[in-house]
């Protein structure tokens, strides 16, 4: 998920733990040890916390190192923890254990890259929430804080040339992980929709949103609801693995091109176009960021025809619909926002709107496209 406020662009990014990390380093490196060989004498350092990119599980980088049958084995891995429910999370359930094991069938099936997975664990008691360890990957993420298109970074300042290898090679790590085949016995650990994807996938969205709102709705969210309903696609399309938070945001690049692809908390089944709908929308999402702040942007890159193009030549597949995925990926988003910007008031980093719809950022884009207006 992006962290994304509505602060000005030299604010501080919003707080997403209160986890102590040296307490973390003891349970972490006791856990090791009963985890590994007897005589394994794991040792944890170096713990910090990234603050470029998202806010929803937490993640931890590590260096741990163990004796082996080759000697002293020494790894620079990530921890992601499911947040503690008094971090008022943007998720009312975590489970990285199914993440762990979708990057898990990923990697064996070469579909994408993503980080070596070690082990998952389930149990809550050891360092306070479930959590995974992978392999760490060399490369550099995209920033959400400040985000990317606002300048002073090696995204915005890199060649033409360079910032569209990387959008072709994103693009094409979505349709590799579209066409894996056999997604519900590949990925038998998820539950997969007995009828239509996308009506099981909208279902889910709307009671993430009742959780969210509980009893302070949004009359705009709902109206986005509704709009869907009455631009429901005539023919859904082929239900694939979705990636669910589809942006370059959770991918890692080396030289313009992925080399892992993170994040997967959002991960589920349905059609194409949920995944290529959001890789098209968060960069709008931020572009519109930047129209209010007066700043120039990065307008020439992810183009949503441009985008769809590039998918249909090298899938195959011609992307429908794009307006009612476009905005279904919106309504996401502002849910997302509504929530995480209710987290900043816990946190004390916002205050409480007269208008309860002003919790999402880009309520004049969902506004815009109930009026049919936001792309002309």
């Not at 790894?75 to 489970?95: K, Q, S």
């Not at 298109?149 to 890199?158: C, S, V």
């Not at 993170?262 to 059609?271: H, Q, T, V």
């Amino acid at each position: 998920m992006p962290a994304v406020t509505d602060e000005q662009p030299s604010s501080p990014p919003p707080q997403t733990s209160t986890r102590d990390l040296t307490d973390l380093q003891a349970r972490l490196e006791a856990w090791l040890t009963k985890t590994l060989a007897a005589d394994a004498a794991p040792t944890v350092s170096g713990l910090a916390t990234p603050g470029t990119s998202g806010m929803s599980s937490e993640t931890v980088l590590f260096e741990a190192a163990w004796t082996s049958g080759d000697g002293v084995r020494t790894e620079e891995l990530v921890a992601r923890l499911a947040p503690d429910a008094a971090n008022v999370p943007v998720f009312p359930t975590y489970d990285l254990d199914l993440q762990f094991n979708v990057m898990r069938v990923v990697g064996e099936l070469g579909a994408a890259p993503v980080p070596p997975v070690f082990w998952s664990e389930t149990d809550p008691s050891v360092v306070g929430t479930p959590f995974i360890v992978m392999g760490r990957v060399d490369g550099v993420v995209p920033p959400d804080v400040l985000p990317y298109n606002f300048g002073d970074n090696w995204l915005f300042d890199a060649a033409p040339d360079d910032q569209q290898r990387l959008e072709d090679t994103s693009i094409a790590t979505l349709v590799s992980l579209h066409a894996i085949d056999k997604v519900a016995e590949r990925f038998d650990f998820m539950p997969y929709p007995s009828g239509s994807a996308l009506r099981a996938h909208v279902t889910a969205t709307w009671d993430y949103y009742q959780w969210v709102a509980q009893d302070t709705p949004s009359p705009l969210i709902e109206q986005c609801f509704e709009w869907l309903e009455k631009h429901w696609p005539a023919s859904e399309g082929p239900t694939v693995l979705s990636w669910g938070d589809a942006r370059i945001g959770n991918m890692l690049f080396r030289d313009f091109e992925p080399v892992a692809v993170l994040d997967w908390e959002m991960c589920g089944f349905g059609p194409p176009e949920i995944d290529l709908a959001w890789f098209i929308f968060l960069h709008r999402f931020f572009e519109d960021l930047t129209t209010k702040y007066g700043m120039p942007g990065m307008p020439d890159f992810l183009q949503r025809d441009r985008v769809a193009a590039t998918y249909e030549r090298l899938s195959g597949y011609t992307p429908r619909d794009l307006d009612f995925f476009t905005m279904y990926a919106a309504l996401r988003q502002g849910v997302v926002m509504s929530r995480v910007q209710r987290r900043a008031i816990h946190f004390g980093e916002a205050e409480v709107p007269a208008d309860i719809d002003d919790l999402i950022l880009h309520r004049s884009t969902l506004e815009a496209m109930l009026a049919g207006s936001y792309w002309t």
